[in-house]
């Protein structure tokens, strides 16, 4: 992937990860995500939906490449909700055959 691409990509994961991080940061501070009026919900949904396609058009490897980047510097930088908002956008992506499993991955690339 080119440089350019590359940022591309990383741009949109960490856009994602962002809304996991809010939707995270609301669940500290009132306890669940369920006072979340519909409206809201519903936005946030069609908000991720929208970050997906995005992501959707690179390729799994190389969406996993750039998590694992994310994954390495927010452990460097001790952010522990980032962290846990990164695990919960990757999974998504991996439940819907997005991105590469870290195992397949490190089989295929390491």
């Known amino acids: 992937m080119n440089p350019i691409s590359a940022f591309m ?12 991080e809010k939707v995270e940061a609301f669940k500290a501070t009132y306890g669940s995500t369920h006072v979340f009026s519909n409206e809201t919900s ?3 949904e069609q908000e991720v ?10 390729q799994p490897h ?3 490449k750039v ?3 994310h994954i390495q510097f927010n452990h460097e930088m001790g952010q522990t909700v980032r962290l846990k908002s990164i695990e919960k956008a990757f999974n998504m992506l991996l439940k819907m055959g997005v991105a590469m499993s870290l195992e397949t991955f490190e089989a295929v690339h390491m």
Do not use: H, N, P
């Open 9 to 20: 990509l990383g741009r949109k994961v960490s856009k994602m990860v962002d809304i996991f």
């Open 67 to 69: 998590f694992i980047g």
């Open 62 to 64: 190389e969406i996993t």
């Open 42 to 44: 519903e936005a946030i």
């Open 49 to 58: 939906e929208a970050v997906i396609k995005k992501i959707q058009k690179y």
